[in-house]
């Protein structure tokens, strides 16, 4: 980050200042809430958590670590270092990066959407990295912990930031915009995610479109068209969204598209002024989107034709998110990160694309609210339509994909249910076969990397 002087700080924070005085011109090089990730002349932000309190750190980063200054919900007795009072430290921190954010000359590309933050996140970074230098969202770094600590990551050399926004409930995007304040505001899908509070995908657009509260002055929107909840939105303060999608009269579409299977996709994307024919590697018909948000986004932002599809086609897969890892013994679909059920289908669909047995290793989805099992149901059903092999199923809810699969009719898809991912570990062996392609996925609380890792570490003898 560019330096902050702690007398900076502690406006922005709505803070008190406790220490010697001449500390308040210094400025802080960095901000972080894990100790372990300090470094001299850092700002300590102690967040408590379920099971632990940064506050108990406080002395170490201080005295041990060389922090400059740290932020506290308390008063801090006998220290002689400084430190900033604030009544919420997780305020205090989303307040600060609100007032970085402000200070930067840089342009924030915000993206949300139910299905495919990320890969749309990367592909756009992909993109502009053709002409920008460029900072990115890493990991889950999307929530209202994670988006400030991105913030507070933009140097002065960057001229871009990609920014992904994820929420679950109401009120949470509209926090999350209020920090980022994004000048090219891109969402992807309006999807059945998280409805334990958003109820429907009715709730699930209110939501996500209160991204709209907070965008920069003279910012553009750019949304999937062929989504029929985001088709209905006509204006955004005052100017019309760019649309995306299959339909040629939309802003920017695409034809000519052409499933390789794993080897990927290739296509035609077209704008007013342009077309572009383009190969995206990593398999999908649904990246095709992807790609024209990326198109979308560099055009705005005065990429040419040429940058564009060089950026596509630079694209590589993040662990995790639709990566293909190929072994002596299998062919992997690593999408194990999150998973929702429009998500499942489009993973589904790309094992569908692969020669030989298929398998799918399926996990519980998450925050379904009432509707989990008929959820996973449906997903289950669709498993069995697209000839999934063997379908494996881990978890307490994921017994209904079995359900699901067995009202197909004719379906020959052999089914396998686990509690636990121990459970399947302990018995792979016994149900895959050298040459399969699997795909394994699950919401991220399954903790799946785990099987990820299992299975690509595997050698037959």
């Known amino acids: 980050m560019e330096h902050m002087s702690l007398q900076e700080i502690t406006s922005a924070c709505k803070g008190v200042y406790h220490g010697d005085l001449a500390f308040l011109e210094k400025e802080v090089s960095g901000v972080a ?96 990295c053709r002409k920008y230098n460029v900072l990115k969202t890493e990991g889950n770094f999307n929530n209202e912990i994670g988006l400030p600590l991105t913030v507070f990551r933009i140097q002065k050399e960057h001229e871009i930031a990609v920014l992904e926004m994820g929420i679950s409930d109401f009120g949470e995007m509209h926090r999350l ?42 910012s553009s929107v750019v949304l999937n068209g062929d989504d029929d909840m985001l088709s209905t939105v006509k204006e955004v303060k005052g100017k019309a969204p760019y649309f995306f999608g299959l339909n040629p009269g939309f802003d920017f579409y695409a034809d000519e598209i052409l499933d390789l299977g794993l080897e990927g996709t290739t296509c035609t994307l077209h704008s007013k002024e342009n077309k572009i024919n383009t190969h995206i590697s990593i398999p999908g018909t649904h990246m095709v989107y992807n790609a024209l948000a990326g198109a979308a ?96 199923c881990i978890g307490s809810i994921s017994a209904e994909y079995i359900d699901g699969a067995n009202e197909v009719s004719r379906s020959h898809t052999k089914t ?6 121990e459970e399947f570990l302990s018995v792979f062996t016994d149900i895959l076969e050298k040459g399969d392609t699997i795909l394994v996925k699950s919401s991220h609380m399954m903790d799946f990397p785990k099987i990820v890792s299992a299975l690509s570490g595997y050698e037959e003898k």
């Open 33 to 128: 809430i894990d100790s372990r990730k300090i470094k001299k002349d850092f700002l300590f932000v102690p967040i408590k958590g379920a099971r632990v309190d940064g506050h108990d750190f406080i002395p170490q980063v201080m005295e041990e670590k060389g922090a400059l200054c740290t932020l506290s919900e308390q008063e801090l007795t006998d220290v002689s270092f400084p430190y900033i009072l604030v009544s919420s430290c997780e305020q205090a921190l989303k307040d600060l990066a609100e007032h970085y954010r402000s200070s930067l000359d840089i342009k924030v590309v915000g993206i949300t959407g139910s299905v495919g933050k990320t890969s749309t996140k990367e592909m756009i970074a992909s993109v502009l």
């Open 297 to 392: 986004v560099g055009t705005l932002l005065g990429l040419t034709p040429q940058e564009i599809r060089e950026g596509i086609e630079s694209l590589v897969p993040v662990a995790g998110r639709n990566h293909f890892i190929r072994t002596e013994t299998f062919d992997i679909i690593d999408d194990c990160y999150n998973a929702n059920p429009v998500s499942m289908k489009a993973s589904l669909d790309v094992l569908s694309l692969a020669k030989g047995r298929k398998v799918a290793i399926l996990g519980d989805m998450g925050e379904l609210g009432s509707q989990e099992r008929s959820l996973h149901r449906e997903v289950g059903i669709y498993a069995a339509q697209k000839k999934v092999d063997v379908l494996v």
């Open 416 to 421: 396998y249910h686990f509690s636990t991912k």
């Open 177 to 218: 915009a209020k920090i980022a304040k994004p000048d090219i505001c891109v969402i992807t899908n309006i999807g059945p995610c998280h409805l334990e509070q958003l109820h429907d995908r009715a709730g699930v657009l209110k939501a996500k479109t209160e991204v709209f509260d907070h965008l920069a002055e003279n």
